[in-house]
């Protein structure tokens, strides 16, 4: 029976004796099953850590992938099933945590300073300028007063597999997760609910983990000040995600960073 190697997954989904949904879909180093509202993502190893994941050893990764979009999967206990077929156990996977513990962030000007050298090559970047202020004030309203209505409004806007404008809102809540500014938390229930058809199911997942506090490493690692490891090089690998993914997250983190210095509003920012 292969084993997952490592898991970052919420304790409602952990606990559950028996879950039913499907493959939801399949990309070259991920592949999403869907239950009800968690979409749990199966990873490759290489992939830096992400919120409701799973890892895999390659092997059995490739496995999982050759099924087909739609097959039927199954928790049952601490096994995974997909298309009828035992894949996986949770048993033994080494639990990560994927919160933000607020403690001393960093200070708003230099983080503000170090995100801005990326967001050229945001998706923000392309689009009109007439539309892109109007996302930005949209964005500016959330991040000064965050709510799961607020949310819905932002959600959706830019292209791609996690719209640039939800990117930042997750940049914006892990922000106020770190204690940039005041932490707040959304029901991740309503926020699924109101993001139907508004924006695409991958990136609802990414909301709803962020709406609970629960973030990617590298997104995690912007505001850990204990790491050794330089604030440029940990901007950096945020910008590196995705396409454009992790330079929109940086566009948010800059929204917090103005906020919490007071700079009152500026569209722009690129």
Partial sequence: ???????????????????KGNLHSAFRRTVNLAFGRRLITLALPEVPGLPDSIVLPPEEFRRAADCSVGAAAEKRGTYIFIGGECRFSLEGAVLQDDGITAGKPPDPETLENAAAAFLSGSGFARMPEERRKSVFRRLEAFCREPSEQAMADCA????????????AMVGILAARAAGLLPAVRLDPRRVW???EDRTTDVSRKYLCCAAEGRFSQPLREVFAEALPIPLQARVRAVAAVGATS???????????????GEKGRNYAIL
């Fill in 1 to 19: 029976m292969s084993r997952a190697l490592e898991a970052r997954l919420s304790g409602e989904f952990f606990r559950a004796p028996f879950l």
């Fill in 156 to 167: 959706g806007m830019g292209c791609g597999l996690t719209p640039s404008s939800d990117d």
């Fill in 193 to 195: 609910e109101l993001l």
């Fill in 246 to 260: 992790g330079r929109d997250t940086l566009a948010g983190i800059l929204f917090a960073c103005r906020a919490a």
